[in-house]
T-cell receptor, first 114, second 114 residues
Framework: LAKTTQPISMDSYEGQEVNITCSHN???????ITWYQQFPSQGPRFIIQ???TKVTNEVASLFIPADRKSSTLSLPRVSLSDTAVYYC???????????????FGKGTSLLVTP | NAGVTQTPKFQVLKTGQSMTLQCAQD?????MSWYRQDPGMGLRLIHY???????DQGEVPNGYNVSRSTTEDFPLRLLSAAPSQTSVYFC?????????????FGSGTQLSVL
């Protein structure tokens, strides 16, 4: 599991675009970047995953630069219901060295206000 | 499919009591894990299992026991509860535990130790 660094907290107003950046300088060739979202009083849920360039789904977009040493989760036009903690994990899908201790850390706590 | 089911949802214990938090999944996942979440501390891994009969310690294993006799179940035992174990506990599962696989979480158990 590659070491990641993300901001502890972010604030935003409704309707704004929110970008949360995760740094992962020691990302390996086979590693994927995965983001989870955790609403208050719920377990985390998978929201998006990418390997390179850009991935978009109905919840968010994930931008990954060519060097893959960071990634940015983008939430377009956030609403109050996007208030949650967002976690970035980096690791691989295949191979024998991915490890099984999936440590989530503190994530980024996003607060959206009116 | 029910996914990952945790019981009970709420529990109050007295110091020194023992109890078992139940976790079951119906997705035929080999990997299961337990996390605790305390305010401001993020998700911390307690124990995990990569298959029936195989368990290992995570970041904060002290005071907790686990066993994995079946693929479906992964109970977490508190042998002698302490106030420091007051927390929200989440169980999670995935196909094999690779970081890039989607991890599914239960809805959590809120435990208070008085």
């Amino acid at each position: 599991l590659a070491k990641t660094t993300q901001p502890i907290s972010m604030d935003s107003y409704e309707g704004q675009e929110v970008n949360i950046t995760c740094s992962h300088n020691n990302i390996a060739t086979n590693d994927y970047i995965t983001w989870y979202q955790q609403f208050p009083s719920q377990g985390p849920r998978f929201i998006i995953q990418g390997y390179k360039t850009k991935v978009t789904n109905e919840v968010a977009s994930l931008f990954i630069p060519a060097d893959r040493k960071s990634s940015t989760l983008s939430l377009p036009r956030v609403s109050l219901s996007d208030t949650a903690v967002y976690y970035c994990l980096v690791g691989d899908m295949k191979g024998s060295n991915s490890g099984y201790a999936l440590n989530f850390g503190k994530g980024t706590s996003l607060l959206v206000t009116p | 499919n029910a996914g990952v089911t945790q019981t009970p949802k709420f529990q109050v214990l007295k110091t020194g009591q023992s109890m078992t938090l139940q976790c079951a999944q119906d997705m035929n996942h080999e990997y299961m894990s337990w996390y605790r979440q305390d305010p401001g501390m993020g998700l911390r891994l307690i124990h995990y299992s990569v298959g029936a009969g195989i368990t290992d310690q995570g970041e904060v294993p002290n005071g907790y026991n686990v066993s994995r006799s079946t693929t479906e179940d992964f109970p977490l035992r508190l042998l002698s509860a302490a106030p420091s174990q007051t927390s929200v506990y989440f169980c999670a599962s995935s196909y094999s535990g690779r970081v890039a696989e989607k991890l599914f979480f239960g809805s959590g158990t809120q435990l208070s130790v008085l």
